[in-house]
């Protein structure tokens, strides 16, 4: 018990440090490539924090023969859009809240909304597909229509490259070359590779004595896979938004998410529709449904007044909240 306490401690600090490596990395890398804070954030942040739970289905599907297999990879597709819609964009919100309470920011959530509109009519378009009408498609169809979400994914990077946007600003100095103003490209990317090896890393020790103290305790399996799993994948992205959002760089905290589940909703999404069945019911379907909707509500809500933009992003925990609700229900 005390072993699987302190996996759950070091997992924890192995994702918070890499998450600091990460964060000032990529902001290093933006600002020598010299492309704009959406950029930075919805494509080369997002990106590098969701392809290490890509690998995740992939290889469940490909390695673990039968239907297990592809449930676990089915799951892992689906809960990632789910946990990023409901439970990430939430923490922003309520990290904004909580800054304003504590007189560290102002309540107003000063995130791009074009990128951030971009983001989520892409996300909300590809999912729909996905989740409603590729299941009633012959394998044919399957196979151009998740072709199709892959050439939407590009068009959408090519997209948020040609948007208008803030430009990335100059960090104060890279982690790995604190003394250099102007660090050499390479240091920049090993140190931005690094850091995603160790979010690897504490994620997995994370999940890991999660799922032994479950254990102990008689939790069903089901919930682990369906809710305290996923939750820990995604840490990257949570835990990256917040310290961007604490450092009030708003555009690159939103940016992470919304990109990240812009790509989890066409690159993982197009694998699965292509190397399993693909029967999404239950409450597999119902996680994409409530994802849908807390990124429906995100994006009406960006129309609306900014001081009450943060609280819109909070208030997507309820779904969630429900989701553990109706998984309780179905599993005692």
Known sequence: MIIDIVSLVVGIVFVLIAAELFTNGIETLGHRL??????????????????????????????????????????????????????AFP??????????????????????????????????????????????????????????????????????????????????????????????????????????????????VFVHGIEKISYLFGLNPLIFSLLIAPIATELPEKINSITWVWRKKDTLAVGNVAGAMVFQSTIPVSFGIVFTEWNITGLALISGIFAIASSFLVLTLSYINRKYFAYGFASGITFFIVYIYLVMNNTG
Do not use: C
């Open 91 to 204: 923490l922003i919100g309520l990290t904004v809240v909580i800054g304003h309470l504590l007189g560290k920011r102002g309540i107003t959530l000063h995130a791009e909304t074009t990128g951030l509109r971009r983001d989520l009519t892409f996300f909300l378009f590809a999912y729909s597909i996905a989740l409603f009408v590729v299941p009633f498609e012959s394998h044919f169809v399957r196979i151009l229509t998740a072709l199709f979400l892959l050439i939407l994914y590009v068009v959408y990077v090519f997209q948020t490259l040609k948007g208008e946007s803030e430009d990335m600003e100059a960090t104060e100095h890279l982690f790995f070359a604190p003394k250099n103003p102007h660090p050499p490209m390479f240091i920049i990317v090993t140190q931005v590779v690094v850091s995603l090896v160790i979010m690897v890393v504490g994620a997995h």
């Open 34 to 87: 010299s492309v704009s804070k959406n950029f930075t954030g919805s494509v080369l942040a997002a990106v590098g924090t969701a392809l290490p739970e890509t690998l995740i289905p992939i290889i469940a599907i490909i390695f673990f023969a039968g239907n297990s297999g592809h449930d676990i990879g089915v799951g892992a597709i689906l809960g990632a859009p789910f946990m990023l819609a409901t439970l």
